[in-house]
């Protein structure tokens, strides 16, 4: 089945700084997410984004297909950021990058 | 408005009981999902559902057991419950399968199950 990993596992900000989130995968896929899971365990959708770049106010996604990855940008980070981003190729989730961002 | 819903949200149970999980969506999606959530978070695609029709099965022990009335509703129904099934369920989805690619799919909050 199809390898999804994400990079970093953990990631702790002071609230205000920029951060990059990495998913690499092993097939070609048509069908990306990347998701938030918050404090309280609720999964919300942020991008789905199979191929090139979308932004959605302070967030922004970027996918590579050809080269098997995407990226998750974070700007200006916010304590409420805080939580484990997903993404999704398919139906196979990566393990997750634990954010935490300080006030 | 909540897209898609569960109930219960939590489910404190002995070992051995059987319990179901309901799930409901008001999006006018054709398609369903069951995912579970362990301790480390790791999210795994337990079933999906097409129109009613069962379209993944993934390595399930054969005591969960989906069923899917209608295409706004998907059930789980675990028989003989085990100290290793307490996990989040995660119900889920999307507009269509699209051809097994698959399309944007939208969670329900979860339901937290511990089997004691």
């Known amino acids: 089945g199809i390898q999804v990993e994400q990079s970093p596992p953990d990631l702790i900000l002071q609230e205000g700084a920029n951060s990059t989130l990495r998913c690499n995968f092993s097939?070609?896929?048509?069908?990306l997410q990347w998701f938030h899971q918050n404090p309280w365990g609720q999964l919300i959708n942020l991008f789905y984004?199979?191929?090139g770049t979308k932004q959605n106010g302070r967030l922004s996604a970027t996918t590579v297909a050809t080269e098997r990855y995407s990226l998750l940008y974070i700007s200006s980070s916010q304590t409420t950021d805080s939580g484990v981003y997903f993404c999704?190729?398919?139906?196979?989730f990566g393990e997750g990058t634990q954010l935490t961002v300080n006030p | 408005d909540t897209a898609v819903s569960q109930t219960p949200k939590y489910l404190v149970t002995q070992m051995g009981n059987d319990k179901s999980i309901k799930c409901e969506q008001n999006?006018?999606?054709?398609?369903m999902y069951w995912y579970k959530q362990d301790s480390k978070k790791f999210l795994k695609i337990m079933f999906s559902?097409?129109?009613?029709?069962?379209?993944i099965n993934e390595t399930v022990p054969n005591r969960f057991s989906p069923k899917s009335p209608d295409k706004a509703h998907l059930n789980l129904h675990i028989n003989s419950l085990e100290l290793g099934d307490s996990a989040v369920y995660f119900c889920?989805?999307?507009?269509?399968?699209?051809?097994?690619?698959?399309?944007?799919?939208?969670f329900g909050p979860g339901t937290r199950l511990l089997v004691l």
């Open positions: 999704a190729v398919r139906l196979t």
């Open positions: 097939d070609s896929v048509n069908n």
């Open positions: 559902y097409n129109n009613k029709e069962l379209i």
């Open positions: 984004i199979p191929s």
């Open positions: 999006l006018g999606h054709d398609t």
């Open positions: 889920a989805s999307s507009r269509t399968a699209g051809h097994l690619g698959f399309e944007t799919q939208y």
